[in-house]
């Protein structure tokens, strides 16, 4: 039997709509602050993530299902065109990679950021497909549904990692945290993240001790280790240090309650972009610092209730692939900050400067509208009326 919420208006998640204004604000003050010439492009695409949202959320999971391989199909080809495209005005370069189509009174789009959503939705449809038509679980089906994960995950990492290794690390995060609930049994798991782990570490430790060795073997250049070198001792670096020398100078000089909005002393090019958590820190301090990180818990606690809360598997794929995505994006971007980890270009979720990386998490959480919104509640099943 149906629930009695039917209205339009209960099957709004009004709470996630007080945190996309939070980090809208959040997002507009600090902007404003580094550059406000940028403020009324991220207004722009704020309201376009708006209608994005809107859009979404009037299709129910079968119709977004119907939807996966189309949408997957044109990120795809997207991809493909920056791989083989020359060098033009409508596909330039920008800093040693040719990532962006350049739209004239549009501004540039990032096929990478927008293949992070297709991703989430092609393995949830694969996961939730394979279930559907498997009886009988075993060891030789979850091998098959892990290939199938790694068939539909490895091609867009395969054209994105010749474009931006930063994007690449939030896919592999998102095809990990979805192999997790993806009901593959642990003693294929643990092996399998055994094996990466073991082989993570190996190579964080030749590129300290033994980069002869991936020189040779890996053909990494002598640019990707200067990161390495520009992360582990910034000062040591020289100019492939200042970045982050700087960083760690905006966000120690705010302290505990930071300088007041406005006093911005120390300078950080671009930091409306990947580095705007560092206004954030230089102006309020520890505890502006650590309202915006309790927002983001916040909001990923939702996320998770939401996924639990759900009476459909593709539902629960999707929200686990959303919550990867939006996880890793936070902890790589402050951690780079502050030292924590590697500088890789990645930018804080809602709040950096850009039109491509905003619209994937706005539509991102169109997803989450739209699995609210479609709710069935039955009787004496939880409601999702968080």
């Not at 099957?11 to 604000?25: A, Q, S």
């Not at 979720?349 to 850009?354: K, N």
């Amino acid at each position: 039997m149906r629930g009695r919420n039917n209205s339009v208006s209960d099957k709004v998640d009004w709470t996630l709509c007080l945190l996309l204004l939070l980090f809208c604000l959040t997002s507009c003050v600090s902007i404003y602050s580094a550059d406000k010439d940028y403020l009324p492009s991220q207004i722009m695409w704020y309201v376009i993530g708006s209608v994005a949202i809107a859009v979404i959320t009037y299709f129910d999971n079968d119709q977004l299902r119907k939807l996966t391989w189309i949408l997957y199909g044109i990120g795809i080809a997207l991809l493909l065109g920056l791989v083989f495209a020359p060098i033009t005005d409508f596909t330039p370069e920008r800093n040693g990679a040719q990532s962006w189509y350049v739209i004239p009174s549009v501004g540039s789009i990032q096929p990478s950021e927008y293949m992070k959503v297709f991703t989430i939705m092609a393995l949830s449809k694969v996961i939730h497909d394979h279930h559907e038509k498997t009886v009988y679980t075993s060891l030789k089906t979850d091998l098959i549904l892990l290939c199938k994960i790694g068939l539909t995950a490895g091609i867009p990492i395969g054209l994105v990692i010749v474009q931006d290794f930063g994007t690449t690390l939030v896919l592999i995060a998102i095809v990990a945290g979805m192999v997790l609930v993806s009901g593959i049994t642990w003693k294929i798991i643990i092996p399998l993240y055994s094996s990466i782990i073991s082989f993570g570490a190996l190579v964080m430790y030749l590129a300290v001790f033994g980069r002869s060795l991936l020189a040779k073997y890996l053909s990494i250049d002598q640019y990707q280790f200067a990161r390495i070198d520009s992360w582990l001792d910034p000062v040591e670096a020289g100019d492939s240090g200042l970045q982050l020398v700087w960083s760690l100078q905006a966000i120690g000089s705010g302290l505990i309650s930071g300088k007041g909005y406005g006093n911005v002393e120390v300078y950080i090019p671009e930091r409306h972009t990947d580095f705007v958590f560092t206004i954030i820190g230089e102006e309020y301090g520890f505890v502006g610092g650590s309202i915006l990180i309790i927002l983001y818990f916040l909001l990923i606690y939702h996320l998770i209730r939401t996924a639990f809360l759900s009476n459909d598997p593709y539902s629960i794929y999707i929200c686990v692939g959303v919550i990867s995505m939006i996880a890793f994006h936070v902890f790589e971007n402050i951690g780079m900050t502050i030292q924590l980890l590697p500088i890789t270009g990645i930018p804080l979720p809602f709040i950096s400067y850009g039109g491509s990386s905003l619209m994937t998490n706005m539509m991102a959480m169109g997803l989450i509208f739209s699995i609210r919104y479609h709710h069935r509640s039955y009787m004496f099943s939880p409601s999702l009326s968080i």
